[in-house]
């Protein structure tokens, strides 16, 4: 986890709601990319690490958005191609 993209929060892990965690943006970003560009530009996603909980910054964020952007691009275009 590269610390730089990250700020701490004094939030308690389990009081974030399940879509807003690391682990299941990562699912979704695998399994449905709109839920995942939805979630990431929508609020904060959080990760643990160590009991400690960090948000993910901005940057890492659009990111997130703009790499879930250019996967979605590239498969519609890949499928129109068939």
Do not use: N, Q
Request: aromatic share 14%; charged share 25%; glycine share 4%.
């Amino acid at each position: 986890m590269d610390i730089k993209r990250f700020e701490k929060t004094r939030l308690s892990y389990e009081a974030v709601p399940i879509y807003r965690k690391r682990w299941f943006v990562l699912l979704t970003l695998l399994l449905c990319l709109p839920v995942t560009i939805i979630i990431a530009l929508t609020g904060d996603v959080y990760a643990k690490k160590d009991g400690t909980v960090y948000k993910f910054k901005d940057g890492a964020l659009l990111h997130l958005a703009f790499m879930a952007m250019t996967f979605l691009i590239v498969g519609l275009f890949l499928a129109a191609k068939r």
